[in-house]
């Protein structure tokens, strides 16, 4: 069974950083597709940023390019969101995702979901 653990949340002012770890579980050899989305209170859960596992490539949502940093630790089997420069709209709950079988783009198609992390930005 496949385990995701977020950790790393809090409350930061703008402009201030964190970093969220994703520990992942129960799965061996394999090379997901993992991801970070976030969901704020009447919003639909968007994807953040995702990494494929197998040739590192990286993708990013427009509003956090330049600021975020998706990144692995394949020994550690750790999945990291270095958050910079973090603003009031960066606040929502964060969570880590993995697909085996298909693209980890949209949050509909996740196979495996973390129980989330809030991260709070105020002005």
């Known amino acids: 069974q496949v385990q995701l653990v977020e950790s790393g949340g809090g409350s930061v002012q703008a402009g201030g950083s964190l970093r969220l770890s994703c520990a992942a579980s129960?799965?061996?050899?394999?090379?997901?597709?993992m991801g970070w989305f976030r969901q704020a209170p009447g919003k639909e859960r968007e994807g953040v940023a995702r990494i494929y596992t197998r040739d590192g490539t990286t993708y990013y949502h427009d509003s956090v390019k330049g600021r975020f940093t998706i990144s692995q630790d394949s020994a550690k089997n750790t999945l990291y969101l270095q958050m910079t420069n973090l603003k009031p709209a960066d606040t929502a709950m964060y969570y880590c995702?993995?697909?085996?079988?298909?693209?980890?783009?949209?949050?509909?198609?996740?196979?495996?979901w973390g129980q989330g992390t809030q991260v709070t930005v105020s002005s």
């Open positions: 995702a993995a697909n085996f079988s298909t693209s980890c783009d949209n949050a509909k198609r996740v196979e495996y």
């Open positions: 129960g799965y061996t050899s394999s090379s997901p597709c």
